[in-house]
């Protein structure tokens, strides 16, 4: 009996040991997979900023800083590297890339900020210096930097947008354009019916 009952002990106490390393086990999965999506969910739900050229109205190169995430971009700083800036030969452009050190942005969601580095003036500048820098921004909580890395000399071949101004300017004139139209309609169809009251009052 009493052999019975260490052995019985033994295998309590060896079952106890195996159903504690497998609740171990199970509850690191746990914690590994929660934090896996604690780190996805905070991948998808944050700012995120991505840098382009945009040839803009046909008049000037702008880098265009556009908001991709699902967060608000906060505290945002954008920093053009000196080498860059100097190699500008158009001053009042110069003097803008310089200010902008010292200002912060916010860009919403979905949203962009552009920063002009140049007017056509641009394409005839020998002294192109490769657009380097970084952007700093915040979602409230966590801080963001993100270097920027553009060789002007190899970009791809600049196509021209329309700024948002310039399509509601387009879309006023055509609505313009359609009412003058219209105008001249209703002026030519009041005439008749004046033409027409006059023939039966004689």
Known sequence: MEWLSIALTAVYVVATIFISCSNYRSARASREQTEEMKRQYNSENRPYITAE????????????????????????????????????????????????????????????????????????????????????????????????SIDLERYATFFSVNSDFEDLLTEVKTQTKELKKLSEALKIIASHSHTELEDENM
């Open 53 to 148: 050229v945009i040839y803009l109205k046909r008049s000037f190169f702008v880098l265009r800083f556009t908001n991709h995430g699902k967060r608000i971009a906060s505290h945002t700083i954008i920093q053009i590297g000196q080498k860059f800036i100097d190699s500008i030969n158009e001053p009042s452009i110069r003097s803008i890339l310089d200010t902008q050190k010292e200002n912060e942005c916010i860009i919403g969601i979905g949203q962009h900020y552009d920063l002009p580095f140049g007017t056509n003036k641009y394409l005839h500048n020998k002294n192109k210096a490769p657009l380097t820098g970084h952007i700093n921004y915040s979602d409230g909580t966590k801080t963001y930097h993100d270097d920027i």
